[in-house]
């Protein structure tokens, strides 16, 4: 038998690219010094990085010429997951790592942040001033008395003083944590009362669609319901005087002073990140300053090809761990683009024009950004010059196979799309960009270095070429060295180790193929089981949104105490349409034919829009919950959610059927 012929892909790099990549260079490098295999390419670089742990990432801080406060003992002293230990002994800093190129005479005036807002004016800050901002802020957070492992937080939008406010932290040796100030009170407390911060940022509002959101009464009650605050700082962002007992952001950043970085233990904690918290408290995720600092570097410096000639603009909040990773391009030498605004303001393509305008040459957005592009008939190469853009990144969904056929077709044909996938839980990437690897349409490249990807069958038997859960089984420097609050660390073992002892379990499906590629089908733990086969939610999103009909949709399995199993479609409709027979038909058709019979819902239900989390992402796990009659109370976090009122239909759907 001669096996099937592999897919065309959809974009191969030419030589010249594969020769100018990091990771090229650094392969080389790695051969040179470390043993690494000079031929085989990527594949035979990421066999070795998984292999050979400890010398993989004993070159990545060489690599990138890592300082070190005191040297480290061994790179990996302990493997066990939980409880890896890295670099042990070693001290550093990531504020100082991320203000380097300051250093530079030639590159002190050049930009490290380009900022722009709804009126799509970049305005520069130089890599002199955000480290002379740095280094008076930190002064004055030492002042205030904040010591090393102390909390600030951050009720900001994306703005240089949020940058500017991080590296304080982090210079300091404090814990930054931060939430975007479209989150109203009570989520922001489910997160931050966990943490106890002693200092917080705040904004007196924010501009969002052309208009002015005033936060002053939700920062009143974060004041009052935070009692372990020392102090908060006013950041005037509509301009008005700051309230009685806060502290001026401006007179806190006006000295012109060397910032002093605190060097601490690797395992340091750099930040707190949250889980999305939709049926619970959100999970408060320390991760260390060291492990940061390596994982980013070898996530923006080798796998996005990141250095200091390029601008590196993502589309993201604070609420996001995207907006770390992205604040984390400064480490690379790069310039960052903070984009404080509507994805979608004053028109669809707005992201476009933004790119456009900062010269970007990374661009990362969501998924769904990209398919509503496609859908509002939005023309990117022909209405923007793009030529800078050697990259578009997405990630917080699976890019549809559409998505990628339209960034190939209407942004360049020579463009490398690099589709992403990680999580909050290790603010970084298992799978997705590799510069010198082809991309096949659906498909992410590979398997990041050092990360020891697998799909694993319920045995824990690896799989390739079928649908498997996600695992991980070695560990990486960014997992988490712990959750806050959780001192026997129960709870951070139950969320990644329980069904797998010992190896990270994500909680999402995944294929990798033959070819080594990666496809993501969705969360497991919402998985469509029918008849026992499995599909992720994401294969029916991406087949039924490619109707015009269909803005959106939300798609829940059900087990029933009877054997059954119902599985119900809720359809957010576009402008104009209706939910008749005939779409019906057409949603069914389309699932039956491009998907499986098994997975045609048995109702089709129109609802006024779908629920997210406040950082995007559907809401399935709560739904189906409530549709299983659990109280909402129980249910669901209702702090966690964009939309509260849209789940009372749930609600009610849950208490009729049962």
């Known amino acids: 038998m001669t096996s099937a012929t592999p897919p065309e892909p959809l974009w191969t790099p030419g030589p010249e690219r594969i020769a100018a990549a990091r990771i090229t260079a650094f392969q080389e490098w790695a051969a040179e010094h470390h043993g690494a295999p000079a031929e085989g390419g990527y594949p035979a670089l990421h066999r070795w990085s998984v292999d050979e742990l400890d010398t993989f990432w004993q070159a990545v801080a060489e690599w990138f010429d890592v300082r070190f406060g005191t040297p480290y003992e061994s790179v990996l002293a302990d493997r066990s997951m939980p409880g890896a230990r890295w670099f042990t002994?070693?001290?550093?800093?990531?504020?100082?790592?991320?203000?380097?190129?300051?250093?530079?005479?030639?590159?002190?005036?050049?930009?490290?942040?380009?900022?722009?807002?709804?009126?799509?004016?970049?305005?520069?800050?130089?890599?002199?001033?955000?480290?002379?901002?740095?280094?008076?802020?930190?002064?004055?957070?030492?002042?205030?008395?904040?010591?090393?492992?102390?909390?600030?937080?951050?009720?900001?939008?994306?703005?240089?003083?949020?940058?500017?406010?991080?590296?304080?932290?982090?210079?300091?040796?404090?814990?930054?944590?931060?939430?975007?100030?479209?989150?109203?009170?009570?989520?922001?407390?489910?997160?931050?009362?966990?943490?106890?911060?002693?200092?917080?940022?705040?904004?007196?509002?924010?501009?969002?669609?052309?208009?002015?959101?005033?936060?002053?009464?939700?920062?009143?009650?974060?004041?009052?319901?935070?009692?372990?605050?020392?102090?908060?700082?006013?950041?005037?962002?509509?301009?008005?005087?700051?309230?009685?007992?806060?502290?001026a952001w401006p007179e806190l950043v006006a000295a012109d002073v060397e910032p002093v970085f605190e060097q601490v233990p690797f395992d340091h904690p750099l930040w707190v990140l949250y889980s999305s918290g939709t049926t619970g408290l959100p999970k408060a995720i320390v991760q260390s300053q060291g492990g940061i600092l390596?994982?980013?570097?070898?996530?923006?410096?080798?796998?996005?090809?990141?250095?200091?000639?390029?601008?590196?603009?993502?589309?993201?909040?604070?609420?996001?761990?995207?907006?770390?990773?992205?604040?984390?391009?400064?480490?690379?030498?790069?310039?960052?683009?903070?984009?404080?605004?509507?994805?979608g303001?004053?028109?669809?393509?707005?992201?476009?024009?933004?790119?456009?305008?900062?010269?970007?040459?990374?661009?990362?957005?969501?998924?769904?950004?990209?398919?509503?592009?496609?859908?509002a008939e939005v023309?990117?190469?022909?209405?923007?010059d793009l030529s800078a853009v050697k990259c578009v990144a997405t990630t917080g969904s699976p890019l549809p196979p559409d998505g990628f056929r339209w960034l190939h077709d209407e942004v360049a044909e020579d463009l490398w799309i690099a589709s992403v996938s990680g999580g909050t839980d290790v603010c970084s990437c298992f799978a997705g960009?590799?510069?010198?690897?082809?991309?096949?349409?659906?498909?992410?490249?590979?398997?990041?270095?050092?990360?020891?990807?697998?799909?694993?069958?319920?045995?824990?038997?690896?799989?390739?070429?079928?649908?498997?859960?996600?695992?991980?089984?070695?560990?990486?420097?960014?997992?988490?060295?712990?959750?806050?609050?959780?001192?026997?660390?129960?709870?951070?073992?139950?969320?990644?180790f329980e069904m797998f002892p010992g190896v990270w379990r994500h909680g999402d499906w995944i294929t990798i193929t033959d070819r080594g590629s990666v496809v993501i089908h969705g969360r497991s733990d919402s998985t469509l089981n029918r008849q026992g086969v499995r599909m992720g939610s994401a294969d029916i999103y991406e087949a039924v949104e490619r109707l015009p009909e269909i803005k959106e949709s939300l798609v829940i399995g059900l087990e029933e105490p009877n054997g059954g199993y119902w599985m119900p479609l809720f359809v957010h409709l576009a402008p104009g349409a209706g939910l008749d027979d005939d779409?019906?038909?057409?949603?069914?058709?389309?699932?039956?034919?491009?998907?499986?019979?098994?997975?045609?819902?048995?109702?089709?239900?129109?609802?006024?829009?779908?629920?997210?989390?406040?950082?995007?992402?559907?809401?399935?796990?709560?739904?189906?919950r409530l549709l299983q009659g659990t109280p909402m109370d129980k249910a669901v976090n209702i702090g966690s959610v964009d939309r509260p009122e849209l789940l009372a239909f749930y609600e009610e759907l849950g208490r009729g059927r049962r």
């Open 89 to 247: 002994g070693a001290t550093l800093n990531y504020a100082e790592h991320a203000l380097r190129a300051a250093e530079d005479p030639a590159r002190a005036a050049e930009p490290a942040l380009l900022c722009v807002d709804e009126g799509h004016r970049p305005v520069p800050v130089s890599w002199a001033e955000l480290r002379r901002q740095v280094g008076s802020l930190a002064a004055e957070l030492r002042a205030l008395g904040v010591r090393p492992g102390d909390r600030v937080g951050g009720y900001l939008p994306n703005i240089p003083e949020a940058v500017v406010a991080l590296l304080a932290t982090a210079a300091v040796g404090g814990v930054w944590t931060s939430c975007a100030p479209d989150f109203g009170a009570r989520s922001v407390l489910d997160r931050f009362q966990q943490v106890e911060p002693v200092v917080l940022f705040t904004v007196d509002g924010y501009r969002y669609g052309g208009k002015e959101h005033d936060r002053r009464d939700t920062v009143a009650e974060l004041r009052a319901e935070l009692p372990s605050l020392r102090a908060v700082v006013h950041i005037p962002l509509l301009g008005t005087p700051a309230p009685e007992g806060a502290l």
């Open 294 to 343: 390596l994982e980013h570097l070898k996530q923006l410096g080798l796998h996005s090809d990141l250095g200091p000639q390029d601008r590196f603009f993502w589309f993201t909040s604070t609420g996001w761990m995207m907006w770390n990773l992205l604040v984390s391009g400064l480490l690379t030498g790069t310039t960052v683009v903070l984009y404080d605004g509507s994805p």
């Open 345 to 375: 303001y004053p028109d669809t393509g707005a992201q476009w024009r933004i790119a456009e305008l900062t010269g970007a040459t990374l661009y990362g957005t969501s998924a769904a950004y990209v398919m509503a592009c496609r859908k």
């Open 379 to 384: 023309h990117p190469s022909r209405d923007y």
């Open 433 to 496: 960009a590799v510069a010198t690897l082809p991309v096949h349409i659906g498909e992410l490249q590979a398997p990041s270095l050092g990360t020891d990807l697998q799909s694993w069958d319920p045995s824990g038997k690896p799989l390739v070429g079928e649908v498997g859960e996600l695992v991980v089984t070695n560990p990486m420097p960014s997992m988490p060295i712990r959750f806050w609050n959780d001192p026997d660390g129960s709870r951070y073992r139950e969320s990644y």
């Open 583 to 624: 779409l019906r038909a057409r949603i069914k058709a389309t699932i039956r034919a491009e998907l499986s019979p098994r997975h045609v819902p048995d109702e089709i239900i129109e609802i006024p829009a779908v629920p997210h989390t406040l950082t995007g992402k559907r809401i399935e796990v709560p739904v189906k």
